[in-house]
C-alpha cells in the first residue's frame, strides 16, 4: 500500500487521493483474507495529515453460537490523524501510549499506508459475529450442532440442589 509522496501533501491544505485495492497488510489479523478496497484522502494540515475516507473488506470469523466459519463485511470510516514521519524510526512511535497519537505514513519517499490500515482493520474487527441470527448453537453436553438437528444425548439431570429452580420457571397447575 505504498504511494508516491506527492509535493501537495505537505502544503497545509494540499491534498491526495489515494484508491486502496490490496491484501491486507502484515500484521493484520487472520480473520481477514480478502482484498482492501476503498479510497482514503490525504490532506495536509499544520499538526500533520488528516486521512479520510472509506475501506471495504470481509473477515472469515468463527460463530461465537455453532463455531462455523462465516463472512463478514466490513465498511470502515476513514477519520485518522497521521504524521510525515518515517515509519521505521522509533522517534515516530513516542507517545503512541497516549490516545490520538499520530500515525506515521512515510518510508523513503513513499507515502505508506499498511500501518494505518492494519490498525483500522484490527480495530473493526467484531468481537462476536453470528453466522445468521437464528443460529441454535452447538449442544453443551454432546458438542451437536443444533443448526443441523436436535441432538440424541442423554441430557443429564440438573444438581439436585438447583431442582427447586426449576419450579420457578414451569407453568403453575390451577
Not at 15 to 44: N, Q, Y
Not at 50 to 66: F, I
Request: hydrophobic content about 35%; glycine content about 8%.
Amino acid at each position: 500500500m505504498r504511494y508516491p509522496l506527492e509535493p501537495a501533501i505537505t502544503q497545509e491544505c494540499g491534498w491526495v487521493k489515494l484508491r486502496v485495492s490490496a491484501p491486507p497488510p502484515a500484521g493484520s489479523a487472520p480473520e481477514f483474507r480478502d482484498l482492501v478496497s476503498g479510497t482514503i484522502v490525504l490532506t495536509g494540515a499544520r499538526a500533520g495529515i488528516a486521512a479520510a475516507g472509506r475501506l471495504r473488506t470481509q473477515a472469515t470469523l468463527a460463530c461465537s453460537r455453532c463455531t462455523k466459519q462465516h463472512k463478514v463485511r466490513l465498511d470502515i470510516e476513514v477519520s485518522e490523524e497521521c504524521a510525515l514521519e518515517d515509519i521505521d524510526q522509533p522517534r515516530a512511535y513516542q507517545g503512541a501510549a497516549s490516545e490520538g497519537s499520530p500515525i506515521p505514513i512515510l518510508n523513503g519517499n513513499e507515502l505508506d499506508l499498511s500501518e494505518l490500515v492494519r490498525q483500522l482493520l484490527n480495530l473493526h474487527l467484531p468481537p462476536r459475529s453470528l453466522c445468521k441470527p437464528d443460529c441454535a448453537g452447538i449442544c453443551p453436553d454432546c458438542g451437536q450442532d443444533l443448526n443441523e438437528g436436535m441432538c440424541e444425548c442423554n441430557k443429564q439431570a440438573a444438581d439436585a440442589r438447583l431442582a427447586g429452580l426449576g419450579d420457578l420457571f414451569s407453568p403453575a397447575e390451577d
